[in-house]
């Protein structure tokens, strides 16, 4: 995890360069807060860009869908952008003009492939459930084969990809300070609430401990 991406010109930040991190463990630590992802491709000649749920393993990314979707079909084996974003804060300032957010994003770029082994699919899918909910895989039904083979999964290499972060707050024009006007930021989190039972539980049936633990940011 310590060794560096390289800088491509497609990872390459042009505007505040400052920004940028190319370092593994930040790319990294970002997908790993945030399991919603957006996945930017052609499909039939127009641009798509897909919400999703990725998960990382090592050095690869991976995300899942409908085998029977023509979104994944699409995808595979061509170009396509991966991004994870997370908002930490809103920022305002004493102009229009640097009003602002304080935010963390990954983007990656690739060729995904399709993983064909249906043993290998369900490892991946356990992985996924398990990055989430840390011990429930083994307290659910197997899946069966059908379902299986009804889901498709894409695995891409965390070859070409980056960070841009910005934790600032505020930055205003030196002569802007002396306004009489409130500035300042405004914290943003995506909180988990209190579990909600299903009412067709058991009864006798516990909460278990990873459905209070799950973290987001």
């Not at 630590?29 to 798509?48: Q, T």
Request: with cysteine; glycine share 6%; hydrophobic share 40%.
């Amino acid at each position: 995890m310590t060794d560096p991406l390289p800088i491509t010109p497609r990872t390459r930040l042009r505007r505040a360069p400052q920004r940028g991190a190319f370092d593994r463990a930040t790319v990294y630590a970002i997908l790993d807060a945030m399991p919603l992802c957006h996945v930017g491709y052609v499909l039939e000649g127009s641009p798509v860009v897909m919400p999703t749920i990725q998960w990382r393993e090592g050095d690869h990314v991976y995300w899942h869908g409908s085998a029977a979707g023509r979104g994944l079909k699409a995808a595979v084996e061509q170009e396509v952008c991966l991004t994870v974003s997370l908002l930490d804060s809103f920022v305002l300032a004493r102009s229009a003009m640097h009003h602002s957010v304080d935010y963390r994003s990954a983007m990656i770029f690739g060729r995904p492939l399709k993983i064909q082994d249906p043993d290998e699919k369900a490892a991946k899918l356990k992985c996924l459930i398990e990055s989430l909910y840390p011990g429930r895989w083994d307290l659910l039904r197997p899946m069966t084969e059908q379902e299986v083979k009804a889901t498709a999964i894409l695995s891409m290499p965390i070859e070409e990809a980056s960070a841009k972060i910005r934790q600032r707050g505020v930055v205003d024009d030196e002569a802007d300070y002396a306004r009489p006007i409130w500035a300042g930021v405004v914290p943003v989190r995506m909180q988990v609430l209190e579990p909600q039972a299903d009412p067709r539980n058991q009864q006798g049936i516990n909460r278990p401990d990873h459905a209070s633990s799950v973290e987001l940011g």
